[in-house]
């Protein structure tokens, strides 16, 4: 099958990034959105696309084919009329049902259907559907223009075919794919949010405030990112809803860290609110943290 025109449906960070690296590689978007992500999405693509523009990645010329590329809608109906669908919500069981049983009754016969979940099963969401087989799993990993890998796996009833239409578009996409088995939190999710939680603990012990314990594991390992502005950007609510998935499925290992539930409850959820792990400049959520909470 041709994929020419791709519907993103979750105009979160995760969806976001996936509709603008598929524009920036030639294909169409369809992002849906709902409520704020409505007007927020497009200029938070447009300053993802600035940065760019700003570091000789790309000209303007190209940043204005990019931004013709995608189309918004909080229309489902328009799903009829795509040839590839990726679900990009957060990882609630019941809402990336619903998305996917409206996607399987409006799409036509032959789209593939991927789905971004970590923490959940590919195949108990895909007996809620028509057509299991059409289901595959794709993690792609924020700050997904950037990051050149996206993790695969295959639910019980997922076919070859779908796997191979998915690896295709993930390609076109300039991404490395990794196959791995159904599992709770995949590799990276799960990797993450332990070291994510592990970093809290020693914030919460006095081992070493958040600018320390973040300087030692990014420059000691050479990352771009550290664990805490990490989960800063994923929102600290989102963490803590993922660890307790994964505290449910594979054990006490995964339970929160205290630091974490206190931050949640004081509405301290990182770049959307402004305060997390680090503060942050309210009117660009791509600024680095500008210093330390206390």
Known sequence: MDIRKIAVLGSGRLGRGIAETAASSGFD??????????????????????????????????????LSK?????????????????????????????????????????????????????????RGISRPESLVGLHFIPPVPETPVVELSRGFDTSDEAVAVATRFAKALKKEIVEIAESPGLVNTRALLTLVN??????????????????IIKQGWGL??????????????????????????????????????????????????????FTYARDNIFETPIEQED
């Not at 799903?79 to 996607?103: C, G, I, M, P, S």
Request: glycine share 6%; with cysteine; net charge negative.
């Open 224 to 277: 771009t990112q550290g664990p805490l502005e990490m989960a800063d950007r994923i929102g600290l609510d989102n963490v803590l809803h993922l660890m307790n998935q994964l505290r449910e499925e594979l054990g006490e290992r995964f339970t929160p860290c205290p630091l974490i539930r206190r931050y949640v409850r004081s509405n301290r959820l990182g770049v959307k609110t402004g305060r997390g792990f």
């Open 70 to 126: 995608i189309s918004y809608t909080s229309d489902l109906k328009e799903l009829a009329n795509v040839d590839l669908v990726v679900e990009a919500t957060v990882d609630h069981f019941y809402t990336k049902q619903e998305l996917l049983r409206t996607a399987d009754h409006l799409c036509k016969p032959n789209v593939v259907f991927i789905t971004t979940l970590t923490t959940l099963s590919i195949s108990e969401l895909a």
């Open 29 to 66: 978007v369809l992002l849906f959105s709902q409520g704020a992500g409505t007007h927020y999405a497009p200029s938070q693509i447009e300053k993802s696309l600035d940065k760019k523009l700003a570091k000789w990645g790309i000209t303007e010329s190209e940043k204005r084919v990019i």
């Open 198 to 215: 592990e970093a809290a603990y020693m914030i919460d012990e006095g081992v070493g405030d958040a600018i320390a314990v973040e300087k």
